[in-house]
């Protein structure tokens, strides 16, 4: 059965600290992508890693670095957390669309959601 | 740029009853769509796909959608609401150079009444 963990599901930031959030999948998936869920915007893209040591920047990726280091974790690094990226962040993985079409009808399975609250 | 309209923020309905959630694609070419469900605290599920073939799509938990590209719409259905249909619904459409990212709607959520 696939699956897609994050390692908090609560996090509670003061401004200014750095925060790492953590996302492992087990289904040897060379894509791995990060959104961030607010009301009323649904899910923009913030970072995506086609395989080890790549990534793409999203849609909104400022204020916001990655690390892939191992193909089973992409992790999600916010330099210096602000009130405003308080907000819900998904992990998802894929297999690869890098070469030809396959993999654009390859399903993303999500994670269960870290929700960050920074003060 | 591709982008996923949900007119619909909330919808309520009664149990038993029928069940249309509205989404509008713009896309240029033959749109890679998708229908994920999340329920309260969860991540998202993938109810149902479309990329070609028959326009009309089942999905789990007795979904169904249809693609009509005249109208540039994949407006989910079920014939009969249950109490365990109450979550959040979103749209998506595949988008980027490689098919590299999905782009999704605002959602819409479903509330069921008994």
């Known amino acids: 059965d696939v699956k897609v963990t994050q390692s908090s599901r609560y996090l509670v930031k003061r401004t200014g600290e750095k925060v790492f959030l953590e996302c492992v999948q087990d289904m040897d998936h060379e894509n791995m992508f990060w959104y961030r869920q607010d009301p009323g915007l649904g899910l923009r893209l913030i970072y995506f890693s086609y395989d080890v040591k790549m990534k793409e920047k999203g849609d909104i990726p400022e204020g916001y670095s990655v690390s892939r280091e191992k193909k089973e974790r992409f992790s999600l690094i916010l330099e210096s957390a602000s009130t405003n990226q308080t907000s819900m962040y998904l992990c998802a993985s894929r297999v690869s669309s890098r070469s030809g079409t396959s993999g654009l009808q390859e399903t993303q399975y999500f994670g269960p959601g870290t929700r960050l609250l920074v003060l | ?114």
């Open chain 2, 1 to 114: 740029a591709q982008s996923v309209t949900q007119p619909d923020i909330h919808i309520t309905v009664s149990e038993g009853a029928s069940l249309e959630l509205r989404c509008n694609y713009s896309y240029g070419a033959t749109p890679y769509l998708f229908w994920y469900v999340q329920s309260p605290g969860q991540g998202l599920q993938l109810l149902l796909k479309y990329f070609s073939g028959d326009t009309l799509v089942q999905g789990i938990k007795g979904f169904e959608a249809e693609f009509k590209r005249s109208q540039s719409s994949f407006n989910l259905r079920k014939p009969s609401v249950h109490w365990s249909d109450a979550a959040e619904y979103f749209c998506a459409v595949v988008a980027g150079e490689y098919g590299n990212k999905l782009v999704f709607g605002a959602g819409t959520i479903l509330r069921v009444k008994s």
